[in-house]
């Protein structure tokens, strides 16, 4: 879609200005980093502290997702990575990390375990690559409960290697009642199910990031009772798929907003979209990218996405488009290559936070 349209149809949409926000010193701040569907999430402590969970996508584009990652961690004043999660063995999700470390000091490598999928190239990677990596840094495999040192931030592992928290957190606990008309999905034993995922709590400000974690671990998670209570931010699971995103754990916790880290045909469907946009209390959905999966139905005002593509692409259809089936002679996905744009999340402890759009300025608080 053209950039200066969805610029266009997001003022006309909300009436809203755009005024430019300065980071502060007492802030929590969280990149959500545009790596075309894979994972790249940077926090930044109010004391200089980092974290990051997964590094994006590999092969060609590993330079590419590595750059942009630096790209953020400079504008956050930062230069090495303290702890560096990744959610699980998916190469959209550690597959530049190797790129990443040769530019970057990266202290503490933090997993799930090993991958429980076959796979030659990640079994490879894991027993050459990733141990030469953290031979001589720390490194940890987390089970839920777990704490990551993060200064002032309460960072909490919630689950992992397809186990969850037992306990639950201060606020959490009560009955979900969004548990009664689950319906169990076919059983993932594969990585999306193992993500790492974690709460992280800055004063009153919570926010939650589960990875590509899936419906049935999601249930487990949520249900019968609530674990986590309510958040303010939600980094939706799983690129935005219907794999994961149910209402168990989207409607129970009440964010409000949502950031969705996708590609231009990776979520955005509209099963995913149905169920974020109907969640309580969530006042917006914010985009890395627009979906030729939504059309025009469930597609957010511009003005809340950060990424078009290389090519102008015209006008956005009306209908969702139908993912295409992988193979050959399928037409690959619209390219974006070039400038890269993140949204940027500044929390305060009294639980506020702002969101910005690095594309247009645009920014919203949220109090």
């Known amino acids: 879609m053209n950039r200066s349209l969805l610029f266009a149809i997001g003022l006309i949409a909300l009436g809203l200005g755009i005024s430019p926000v300065k980071a502060s010193a007492q802030a929590l701040e969280i990149y959500l980093i545009d790596v075309e569907g894979g994972g790249a999430t940077l926090f930044v402590s109010p004391t200089g502290q980092t974290l990051l969970v997964d590094t994006g996508n ?179 699971t799983h690129h935005g798929q219907p794999s994961s995103n149910t209402k168990p754990l989207v409607h129970a916790i009440e964010a409000r907003a949502a950031i969705m880290n996708n590609g231009t045909r990776k979520g955005g469907q509209p099963e995913a979209m149905q169920v974020l946009h109907s969640a309580p209390g969530l006042e917006d959905l914010w985009q890395l990218h627009f979906s030729q999966l939504s059309g025009q139905e469930y597609t957010v005002p511009g003005i809340f996405i950060a990424n078009g593509v290389d090519e102008e692409l015209g006008t956005m259809p009306i209908a969702p488009m139908t993912g295409p089936r992988r193979g050959p002679g399928v037409s690959p996905a619209p390219i974006h290559n070039g400038e890269a744009y993140w949204l940027k999340v500044s929390a305060r402890a009294d639980g506020s936070f702002t969101v910005t759009n690095s594309r247009n300025g645009f920014n919203k608080e949220y109090r």
């Open 58 to 236: 590999g092969g060609q584009r590993a330079a590419r997702d590595a750059g942009r990652i630096i790209s953020a961690m400079r504008d956050a004043g930062v230069n090495e990575i303290d702890h560096l999660i990744t959610t699980h063995w998916h190469g959209d999700h550690y597959g530049a990390m190797q790129e990443l470390a040769r530019q970057v000091p990266i202290q503490h490598f933090i997993d799930h375990g090993p991958s429980v999928e076959t796979n030659a190239a990640v079994a490879e990677f894991l027993s050459t690559t990733y141990r030469a990596l953290y031979q001589d840094r720390e490194h940890t495999v987390v089970t839920p409960g777990d704490r990551i040192p993060l200064g002032r931030v309460d960072v909490r592992v919630i689950t992992a290697a397809k186990q969850v928290i037992e306990r639950p957190l201060r606020g959490g606990g009560a009955v979900n009642p969004y548990c009664v008309d689950f319906t169990r999905q076919r059983e993932d034993n594969g990585e999306n199910a193992q993500s790492v995922g974690i709460i992280a709590q800055f004063g009153a400000f919570r926010v939650l990031h589960l990875g590509d974690l899936t419906a049935n671990t999601e249930f487990e998670l949520m249900c019968p009772r609530n674990p986590i209570g309510t958040v303010d931010l939600f980094v939706v």
